[in-house]
């Protein structure tokens, strides 16, 4: 008997019936919930960027800006330096012994006395004096009013949030106080005063470990992606290498820190607080990042172009570096970036390898002790005084761009390079 003809007719749905007219308004609803569910997700993401970013910007945007005291000077009969120290190198010990901090400082107590004198002005206020002598010698010959920076409590209050005291000195210098951009917050190093600390020596510090970091992870990480891809023979060895390589990538930073501090400081005895040690240690966390990447671009080149270039004589080689290589370079181009961008915002590692410390100056070799960006934020936020408060977000924001600036080149290289496959 055939087996077809045994087979009951199956009734065509009935929509119309009350059960299905339940169960397709139980789908729509379940459909209208999914998508109210992932409009609320993206509206909660959303409010907590913009309530960080506001919280950022209203508490460092006055990070940027110093207060400043016109200062009136006469230095004729308290700074006798010729001008011939003034034009070498040794201006700034030649002034220092000249007694200008305690001149300056003379001169403030001149002239607001009953508002604190010398107390009012910041830690580099005579500093900054010495550039605009060392700008203009005609400033220790002729009577003059300066610009200088005022200290912390006073800073603060003509911002808005000093104690009762500070406040009532800012209302009582009214018209000798000003705001300015402090532009010594983009050009000085990690400081005791919050007046003259500034991000220059961390940033530097940054990029000089990002230089190390790159320059070992990119092209072992590349390399290491262009053999499993093309040569490695697939076997299970090459399964474990590839496992575990999937499995770094997803290790917690602070483990490379501690492989960081065995291997280079424990084992090789490499100074600390150095950039070289804190490129290597991001760099071991960096390169799984761009051997999967890469991996992943090699993928994605169409075996045709290799079957074109071997059927025109093009040896192994010459397939992977003329041809394969070039088109795969922007996906990993791509992820280079991302990945360095994760190191770049990564705290726990150096951490653990002595690169928490106070750098007084910006390094200026690969050996020089330094710190970088995000541990100098560390140090700020830990810090009781007031003014590091503002110090710490205005920084904050100052990493923000530098990450917001790779993330925007690795998009502009996808785009720019991109080849659509058809």
Known sequence: MNKRAATPARQPTDWQ????????????????????????????????????????????????????????????????????????????????????????DAAADRAFPAQGGAALLSDGA??????????????????????????TDIDMAYKGVGTPESEAAVAALGPHLSRGLNVSFFTGADATDPTRAGIWGALKGSLLTMVVTLALAFPIGVLSALYLEEYAPRNRWTDLIEVSINNL???????????????????????????IVGGLTLALMTMPVIVIAGRNAITAVPPSI??????????????????????ALPGILTGTIIGMARALGETAPLLMIGMRAFIAAPPSRL????????????????????????KTSAAIIVLLVVLLTMNGLAIYLRNRFETRWK
Do not use: C
């Open 306 to 327: 290799r079957d074109a270039a071997r059927a025109l004589g093009a040896s192994p080689i010459q397939v992977v570096f003329h041809h394969v290589l070039p088109l």
């Open 249 to 275: 990538a997803a290790v917690p930073s602070i483990i490379f820190g501690l492989l960081g501090l065995a291997v280079f400081l424990g084992t090789f005895h490499m100074p600390r607080s150095g950039a």
């Open 17 to 104: 019936t009350p059960a299905m007219q339940r169960r397709v308004r139980r789908r729509y609803a379940a459909e209208r919930r999914f998508r109210a569910m992932g409009v609320a997700a993206v509206f909660v993401s959303a409010a907590f960027l913009v309530y960080l970013l506001a919280t950022m910007i209203a508490q460092g945007a006055s990070g940027f800006t110093e207060t400043r005291l016109a200062l009136p000077l006469d230095l004729r009969a308290h700074v006798v330096v010729s001008p011939s120290q003034l034009g070498g190198p040794a201006a700034d010990f030649a002034l220092a012994g000249a007694g200008l901090e305690n001149a300056v």
């Open 126 to 151: 005579w500093l900054r004096i010495r550039d605009a002598i060392k700008h203009d010698p005609q400033v220790l010959a002729r009577p003059t009013t300066l610009d200088v920076p005022v200290a």
């Open 367 to 390: 050996t020089d002790p330094t710190t970088v960006l995000p541990v100098q934020i560390f140090l700020w936020s830990d810090d009781v005084q007031t003014g590091f408060v503002e």
